[in-house]
T-cell receptor, first 112, second 113 residues
Framework: DAKTTQPNSMESNEEEPVHLPCNHS???????IHWYRQLPSQGPEYVIHGLTSNVNNRMASLAIAEDRKSSTLILHRATLRDAAVYYCILRDLILGAQKLVFGQGTRLTINP | GAGVSQTPSNKVTEKGKYVELRCDPI?????LYWYRQSLGQGPEFLIY????????DSGLPNDRFFAVRPEGSVSTLKIQRTERGDSAVYLC???????????FGPGTRLLVL
C-alpha cells in the first residue's frame, strides 16, 4: 500500500481557514486520495476524495498537486467541531483495494 | 437513517476469557469491515466481508481472532483466550460495495485485565 506523510499536529483559530497537507510521493496512477476524520470518542468519518482534479463538497475542499505527489485538505472556516484527527489515505480502487490503510494522521486543534 | 451500531460500547474482561463483539451495519450494505485502534494510533484493518464470506482476513493478528457474518448482515468478532495486548477500540464499518465510502460505527472499547 502506498504511504502518506502528514504532520502530527496542527493548530488554528475558529472561523479561520485551515490547510492540512499530505505527501504521497509514491502514489500510483490508480490511487485515489481519500480523507477521513475522527472526532474524539467516535469512529472515523468520510470527508472527501479525489483522483486528479480539485474537489469541493459541503465539508471541505481537496486541492491535488499537478504531479499528484501531494494534496491539501482545506477547511474554509474552521469551527470548534472540526477539532479531530484527520487521515489522508490512498486507495487503489481500480485494483480493488477495499481496506483503508490509516497512518497516524494530523491532530487538529481549534482555538476559540 | 440508522448508522452502523456496535454492541457493547464497552467491555471489560479478564485475561484468558472469550469475548464477542457485535456489529450491525447500515441496511443494504453488502461490505463490512472490522478495524482495531490502539491508543494514539490510527485504525488497523482486521477483516473484510463481501456478503457472507470473508474476502480478506489478512489483518487478523492470529488464530485467536475470528469473525463471522452468517446472513450477510450482522457480524460478530470473536476473540478467544484474550490477552492484555488485545485491549483496544474495535471499529466496524460498512459500505455499499467494496470500493465505496465506508461508514464507521462508534466502536467497542475492550479492556482486558
Amino acid at each position: 500500500d502506498a504511504k502518506t506523510t502528514q504532520p502530527n499536529s496542527m493548530e488554528s483559530n475558529e472561523e479561520e481557514p485551515v490547510h492540512l497537507p499530505c505527501n504521497h510521493s509514491t502514489i500510483s496512477g490508480t490511487d485515489y486520495i481519500h480523507w477521513y476524520r475522527q472526532l474524539p470518542s467516535q469512529g472515523p468519518e468520510y470527508v472527501i476524495h479525489g483522483l486528479t482534479s480539485n474537489v469541493n463538497n459541503r465539508m471541505a475542499s481537496l486541492a491535488i498537486a499537478e504531479d499528484r505527489k501531494s494534496s491539501t485538505l482545506i477547511l474554509h472556516r474552521a469551527t470548534l467541531r472540526d477539532a479531530a484527527v484527520y487521515y489522508c489515505i490512498l486507495r487503489d480502487l481500480i485494483l480493488g483495494a477495499q481496506k483503508l490503510v490509516f497512518g497516524q494522521g494530523t491532530r487538529l486543534t481549534i482555538n476559540p | 437513517g440508522a448508522g452502523v451500531s456496535q454492541t457493547p460500547s464497552n467491555k471489560v474482561t479478564e485475561k484468558g476469557k472469550y469475548v464477542e463483539l457485535r456489529c450491525d451495519p447500515i441496511s443494504g450494505h453488502t461490505a463490512l469491515y472490522w478495524y482495531r485502534q490502539s491508543l494514539g494510533q490510527g485504525p488497523e484493518f482486521l477483516i473484510y466481508f463481501q456478503g457472507t464470506g470473508a474476502a480478506d482476513d489478512s489483518g487478523l493478528p492470529n488464530d485467536r481472532f475470528f469473525a463471522v457474518r452468517p446472513e450477510g448482515s450482522v457480524s460478530t468478532l470473536k476473540i478467544q483466550r484474550t490477552e492484555r495486548g488485545d485491549s483496544a477500540v474495535y471499529l466496524c464499518a460498512s459500505s455499499h460495495g467494496g470500493a465505496s465510502t465506508q461508514y464507521f460505527g462508534p466502536g467497542t472499547r475492550l479492556l482486558v485485565l
